[in-house]
């Protein structure tokens, strides 16, 4: 059994826990994710592996609540076990020769760019990081980001905390400057993903995003996880999650991730219905 070690509320929305995992922290990198079930029948939910801790044993998730399954694993508390937690799974970054790198987060992207910070930052790289978020009381990770990059700017679409404006509108102006980086890593909703890759296709700088299409057993046989890069098929599960930015077909990405949401809205409206004791079939 996984237990739970740690857990903090990030924002209204955003929980970290801190599971008891060794043989998975054993092996983990950035980049890599794991496929967890909160309980025997439960959902498989894919998580990015936000940290870990090979002498503890301990690997570290931060998730959003966005529906059933992840409402659930957040009312989970310390002392409490998962039924699975299975990984690392995916191909782990690999920033060889990088000297100079942005990393952009927009919203719970944080979550999954702060290992890729963390690392370039471990390795001596000049790390730009720009986090963008909806409001001031989503903002996550602040002094995470600050302590593993040279340069963190906050911005806000609303301008309620930090700089306003949009994460990529940033990049455009670092770059416009003259920092030349060697790779941007941006992650976040797809369509900031898209606009990013689109800022610096002109620059030709390298730019690595990270995709979250649906996974179901993230092993490279369901074909759930279905991408087009560079014209090919490719499985977010096996060849990813992280892909050239500049190669991604966003528009079909975009419109894959849509494909289930009446049956998400059901599922979720069965949910609150079990919170309030009325059991709907
Ligand atoms: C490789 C990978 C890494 C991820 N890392 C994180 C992370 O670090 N933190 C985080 O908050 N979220 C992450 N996600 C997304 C997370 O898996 C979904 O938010 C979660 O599965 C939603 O489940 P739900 O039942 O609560 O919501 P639902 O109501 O079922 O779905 C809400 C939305 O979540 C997404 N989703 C649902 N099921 C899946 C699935 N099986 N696979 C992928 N996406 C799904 C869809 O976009 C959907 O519209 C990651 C996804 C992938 C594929
Ligand atoms: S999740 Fe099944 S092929 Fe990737």
């Known amino acids: 059994m996984y237990k739970i070690v740690r857990k ?23 980049g890599q994710f794991i496929i967890l079930r909160a309980y025997d ?5 894919p998580l990015t592996i936000a940290d870990y801790d090979r002498e503890k044993g301990t690997v570290t998730i931060i998730f959003q609540e966005v529906g059933a399954s992840t409402r659930l ?4 508390n310390v002392g409490d076990s998962l039924a699975d937690f299975c990984g690392p799974l995916g191909v782990a970054s690999h920033f060889e020769g990088v000297k100079k790198a942005a990393i952009i987060g927009g919203g719970l992207g944080t979550a999954i760019a702060y290992p890729q910070a963390k690392k370039l930052h471990s390795m001596g790289v000049d790390v730009d990081v720009i986090t963008g978020f909806r409001n001031k009381d989503l903002i996550i990770l602040e002094k995470e ?26 990049l455009k102006k670092l770059i416009d400057e003259g920092n ?5 890593v941006a992650i976040g909703p797809p369509i900031m993903m898209k606009v990013v890759s689109d800022v610096t296709r002109p620059y030709g700088i390298k730019t690595i995003v990270s995709l979250n ?12 996880c279905r991408v087009t890069v560079g014209g090919k098929i490719k499985f977010a599960c096996v ?5 050239d930015g500049h190669q991604v077909d966003f528009n079909e990405l975009i419109r894959r991730l849509s494909i289930y949401k009446d049956h998400e809205r ?3 409206e069965r949910h609150q219905c079990r919170l309030e004791g009325k059991i709907n079939a």
């Open 8 to 30: 903090e509320v990030l924002n209204a929305q955003v929980k970290l826990l801190e599971i008891e995992a060794p043989f998975v922290a054993r092996k983990a990198e950035p």
């Open 41 to 45: 029948e439960g959902e498989r939910i």
């Open 73 to 76: 694993l957040g009312s989970l």
């Open 145 to 170: 980001m600050a302590a593993v990059s040279n340069r963190l700017i906050v911005t806000t679409d609303d301008g309620s905390n930090g700089t306003k404006g949009f994460v990529s509108d940033i």
């Open 180 to 184: 030349t980086y060697d790779v941007v």
């Open 213 to 224: 299409p649906i996974m179901i057993d993230g092993t490279g046989m369901c074909g759930g």
């Open 239 to 243: 060849d990813g999650p992280d892909f």
């Open 266 to 268: 059901a599922a979720q």
